[in-house]
């Protein structure tokens, strides 16, 4: 059963939605009792890193998570924000995060003569590292849906899933074991980001 | 590079959808929902929904319909009409609308797209630009779905869009609302050189030449009604999308990628 962490922060629903279209029942999680039952979570997250680290952090989940990811060892995904949450920290707040992933996050800081805007939004492709789990076997038509101003910087590459380019490339997508995270929002990807969902049920 | 964004259209009227002619109702469409169902199926880039009703006769987001509508949605939706606070606002974004798009409480209310940027971040926020040609020859904005002569200048409105914390601007020509004979190119240029943030364009999509040339004339993202419900001389309802490559073909060369 999957597990969907509610923290406040992030776009349940539509994550709910798409999984539902997979056959699975997702469980939302208000509380670290409810993720007792799952044999996988997902984090998601829209807004600033902050929000949702305090809010775990009150609600309590941190200890439930990090029982799960890393005592454990049962897969987790994070959307997003809820990705950025996974490193160390983020340029854009104060919040430690929960550090599972050697790395930080960091804001765009595309050269003015780009003309790129930040919020880096809309639709991009990914290239996509041989050993990437969750990407299933799309061709080069592939591509996801982006809303966000900070990425996740890896101190170790050799994590790196997928990678996408806006001004430079940066990290799409993580992958550390059962721990993995991406940077777009798979549940507003039309197939491409069922396909993805339906890889991490599948785990 | 981020993909050029191709954008659908539709205008729920009532309880159906209609096709509008310079903001007049003119043809009716069918059921919302599976209109959606089916653009949802043809992997459109993203999909704005207008409630033509709401401003115009003074009731507020009809909420349990679009969030039934967004359920469709297994891409970004953006949704119009009716706003004036931001509790409608917090509400629809939580319900997985990823966008709302303000238009008659912009003149009304500035301050909320201000608090509302803030609060949502200006992703979400898109302030809609209606513009109509005046008999002396000059634009001007229009509010509440066409019935109202602001008298503003569309492109120093648009600068005063931005400065509130708008994230887009989408800009829609009355006079060419589905004529199909393309879009207003002198003022999507005049529009989109004058902000940084994305410029989608509507208003006068008849053929997929009509998308590009909006792109080299600035706008960042296209959006069509016509183009995508109806089909042939007769205007038959039929909705149709072009499938992803062609529009890549379509774009290549054409414009920017932001």
């Known amino acids: 059963m999957i597990a969907i962490v509610d923290h406040g922060y992030a776009n349940i629903r539509s994550v709910d939605r798409m999984l539902r279209r997979l056959n699975q029942i997702p469980v939302v999680a208000e509380r670290p009792s409810d993720l007792k039952r799952a044999s996988k979570i997902i984090l998601p997250g829209i807004g600033a890193f902050d929000g949702p680290m305090r809010r775990l952090r009150e609600l309590g989940f941190i200890d439930a998570l990090h029982e799960h990811a890393i005592v454990r060892q049962r897969p987790i995904l994070g959307i997003c924000v809820g990705m950025q949450i996974m490193t160390r920290r983020s340029e854009e707040g104060e919040a430690a995060g929960l550090g599972w992933i050697e790395g930080e996050c960091r804001r765009f800081r595309p050269p003015a003569e780009a003309k790129l805007r930040v919020p880096h939004m809309g639709w991009n492709k990914v290239a996509i590292a041989p050993d990437a789990k969750l990407f299933a076997a799309f061709g080069k038509e592939a591509k996801y849906y982006f809303v966000h101003s900070y990425y996740v910087a890896l101190d170790d590459k050799s994590l790196n899933a997928a990678t996408c380019s806006y001004g430079a490339d940066f990290c799409a997508s993580f992958q550390k074991g059962n721990i993995f995270g991406v940077q777009f929002h798979p549940e507003k990807s039309h197939r491409f980001g069922l396909g993805l969902l339906k890889a991490f049920a599948e785990l | ?258």
């Not at chain 2, 880039?45 to 009731?59: Q, Y």
């Not at chain 2, 039929?238 to 990628?257: C, D, M, R, T, W």
């Open chain 2, 1 to 258: 590079m981020l993909l050029t964004r191709t954008i659908p259209v539709l205008l729920l009227h009532g309880h159906g959808l209609n096709k509008t002619r310079q903001f007049d109702y003119w043809k009716y469409l069918g059921d919302p929902v599976n209109a959606v169902r089916i653009f949802n199926e043809k992997e459109v880039d993203e999909l704005i929904v207008l409630d033509i009703d709401a401003s115009r006769e003074g009731f507020g987001p009809r909420i349990k319909e679009i969030v039934e509508l967004a359920g469709e949605c297994f891409m970004p939706m953006c949704y119009g009409g009716g706003i004036t606070d931001l509790e409608q606002i917090k509400r629809l974004l939580s319900e997985g609308i990823e966008k709302v798009s303000l238009n008659t409480a912009v003149h009304t209310t500035p301050s909320l797209v201000e608090k509302a940027a803030r609060d949502f971040g200006s992703q979400s926020i898109v302030v809609s630009i209606d513009v109509r040609r005046n008999a002396d020859g000059r634009y001007s904005v229009f509010s509440n779905c066409g019935r109202k002569d602001r008298g503003i200048d569309p492109v120093a409105f648009a600068v005063q869009a931005k400065n509130l914390g708008a994230g887009e601007i989408m800009l829609y020509d009355i006079d060419r609302d589905g004529m199909k004979n393309g879009y207003n190119l002198e003022l999507i240029k005049a529009v989109s050189d004058a902000v940084d943030i994305p410029v989608i364009a509507c208003g006068g999509a008849g053929r997929l030449e009509h998308l590009s040339e909006a792109i080299s004339a600035g706008a960042h993202a296209v959006a069509a009604g016509s183009l995508f419900v109806l089909i042939g001389r007769l205007d038959a309802v039929l909705i149709s999308y072009p499938p992803q490559a062609e529009l890549e073909k379509l774009y290549a060369g054409s414009g920017v990628f932001a």
